[in-house]
């Protein structure tokens, strides 16, 4: 932005603005989006992932304009239709399968 469009900001008692390009402080989600894995960028992302998921379950319309069925529906919306249910059932047993661990060769599973 120019310096004009800044003078007008604080002209009006607003903000100037930021660059889009000024370095992320970290706890902010723009950092963790940056690759930043710091405890306090990846809280930043779990409160913006939560607050998101809180919006889209808030929003009573919205169940009726998703595609119902699958995981996203399920996770995101809250959805808990049959349909939704059984997706979301199918994907966590195929998340389980492949992290199982392997089995031991001795049969001892400690």
């Known amino acids: 932005m120019s310096a004009d469009y800044d003078d007008v900001m ?3 008692g607003l903000e100037p ?8 402080e970290h706890g902010e989600r ?7 894995r710091c405890a306090e960028c990846r809280e930043a ?18 169940l ?8 996203t529906t399920y996770r ?7 349909a939704c249910r059984a ?5 966590m047993a195929a998340y389980r399968a492949r992290h199982r661990k392997p ?3 001795g049969g001892d599973d400690r």
């Open 103 to 105: 089995a031991t060769a």
């Open 76 to 82: 995101a919306y809250g959805c808990r239709c049959e």
């Open 10 to 12: 604080i002209s009006l």
């Open 30 to 36: 723009r950092s963790y989006s940056n690759g930043c």
């Open 64 to 71: 009726a304009r998703v595609k119902h069925g699958t995981t």
């Open 45 to 62: 992302w779990r409160r913006y992932q939560a607050d998101w998921r809180a919006s889209k379950r808030r929003d009573k319309d919205a």
């Open 87 to 91: 997706a979301n059932t199918a994907a």
């Open 17 to 24: 603005s930021t660059p889009r390009n000024a370095p992320a």
